[in-house]
Each structure stands twice: as C-alpha cells, then as structure tokens.
C-alpha cells in the first residue's frame, strides 16, 4: 500500500469519525460557520498528499499555446502558465487543467433545508461540500472567504469522488450536495461525485448560481437528482454590477434545466434598495410563471450585510412579505419566506385546498403530511423527490 493510499484512508477515517460524532450531538444537523468554511475548523485535518491536477473538460486549443475555456459563458482565452477568471482552472502548455478534483476545502453535514431545497426529502441530510472558487464576484456574497480564494491559498483535503459517496452513505445521508462556493468552476469533480454517487445509492445536487454553457450543463444535467438556482435579481444592471456577470444566461440555465427534467428551486436574496422593488419582483415572478411554470418552488430570502455590502440594512420581514404575496398573485404555487426562522411561509401548503402539508422551522422539518407524494387530504400530487 502507498503512502499516498494510507493518507488518503486516514483522512477519510477522522472525517467519518467527525461526522458520526458531530450527528450524535447535532441531531443529524452541523451548521457551518465562517470559519469552518474556511478551513480552519473543518471536521478533518489536512493531508500532505500531492493530488496531480486533473486535465480539465470543456475547452478547446487556440493559437500560440492558449485555450478557451467552454465551461461558463465568460469563455476566458488563456494563455500558457495563466488561468481563467475563477482562478481554478490553468493552462499548461497549451493543455487545460482544473487543480481543485477531489480536493474539497470544507466537508459538513447540513440539512436539505440549509440549501435550500424544500422539496427534496425532506429533513434528509447532505453531505455538503465545496472547493474553492467562483465564477461571479458578488457584493454580498456570504463565503468570500473561499469563494473569492485561490488554491493556495486554502488548505485542502485529498477526497476522491468515490471517498465523498462514501462518507455520505456511512452517515446515512442520501444526498450529496455541492454547495457553499460555486460548483460550475469544479464541474469536473461535481461530475464524478454524482456518478460515483449513483453506484453508492446517493442522489447529488448542486447550489449554483447558474452561469455556465450549455454543454457542460447538458453532461451535469444526465447525473444531477436536482439544482438550487440563485436568482441574483431580474434586471441585467444588478449582475453587472453586484455581481460582475450577466442575467440571461443564467436564464437561459432554468429554461434548459426545466426542458431536461432536472428538479429546479430558485431563491432570490432580497436586498433592500437593490432588488426589492415590486415590479421586479412581479416580473420575476412572471418569468417563473411563464417560462418554468407555477410548480417551480420560489425563495425569497433575507439579506444580511456581508463582505463588501455592510452599508445596507437587513431585509425587513415586511419586505419578504410583500415579494411572496406578488408571486403568489401571479399564480405561483410553491413561494417561501426564508432566514425568517417560524415563519408560516417556510412551511408547504396544497396548492389546491391550502391545507399544510410540510411545517418548518428554520432547517427542521417538524411535520410531513405528504402521503405518496400527494396532499392527504384532497389528494392533488405534489412536484418534488419526497422518496
């Protein structure tokens, strides 16, 4: 046995040892702080194994050594010995590579709610995990820490794709959830996590803010169980400048996510001042509507200052309100109220009788009528996964 293959075991062993432990006291539910999203508190320690970097998918040779990159639809031409926007992807003579397969920064075990994804089993557990980098660079993004890094400047953690479908399984969590960062700028491991997720039993699903090319959507979408999809704002002003990217393609990713079949859920971060006027939000929502359909689960959650938006106060209650009644009135059937922990909107109600169905508190699931996937009392299916 290599060296390397007694690291790579050890780790995985404090890991699954941390996890056990972590349910045990949690209830099945550890929160991620800032600093264990980091690194420095991670539920296992790093290794010193020297993982190669894996030959990246998705790109095509140019002139004079440079690649495009076809991952997302900034299309970086890279020249030899540079790197792409999200800094996790390089050139190296003229061959493209990602250096972040099979090296996550942080492992956690979250809720469903957490991402969140109201219908998908319910109080399920996922195994959360994220390497990092990003496509985007927004104001207010909430794990800057790692998203905004650089390789190395992060310690990692050697965790093959079979290894991550096997801690999910060895705590019984029949969900594997890329999550935290951005998973577009590491498809390649996203990929292999949802096959060897597949072998083991496990579903994965990702937490992404949906810019990224139609091809590689098209290869995640034959291994993805569902997608949550961040819905930065619906004005191409906001992207470009909160989060230096743009809006349609990210529109064009829910189109092409509801055609192939993937379950979708969509959350809006509503920020005062920037993204919470009322008739953005209907438009939205019409959007939603019209081109998704009423069943898309909607999320409008609160904004609280962070990174480089301290300047603007949290969302008011009031304000979320407002949004889910809109959405609500342009005939959305599934729109929730969320970081408004006892919120009556953080629960699921029929459709058709308005009677509840799944009641919630923050990220615990306190009651789940559902029987068969359908509303026990007059019998209307509800969209989801629920078994």
Known sequence: MSGQDVGRREALRLLAGGCAACLAMAGGVLPASA????????LFPSVGENLAPRKARWWKKKESLKIECGLCPRHCVVADI?????GVRENRGGEYYTLVHSRPCTVHLDPVEKKPLFHVLPGAAALSLATVGCNFECRFCQNWEIAQARPEQIPSHALPPEDVASLARSNGAPLIACTYTEPVVWSEYVYDIAQAGRKAGVRTLIVSNGYI????LRDLCGVLAAVK???KAFTEKFYKETCSGEMKPVLDTLRRLR???VWTEIVVLVIPTLNDGPEEIRSLARFVKNDLGPDVPLHFTAFHPDYRLMNLPSTPTATLERAHDIAAGEGLHFVYV?????HRAESTYCPSCRKMLIRRVGYAVLENRLQAGKCPDCGVTIPGIWS
């Open 82 to 86: 540079e790197r792409g926007t999200c």
């Open 213 to 216: 090319d139609e091809e590689p």
């Open 35 to 42: 600093q264990d999203r980091a690194g420095s508190g991670s």
């Open 229 to 231: 999809i961040d819905l």
């Open 259 to 261: 055609k192939a079949g």
């Open 338 to 342: 969320g970081n408004v922990a006892g």
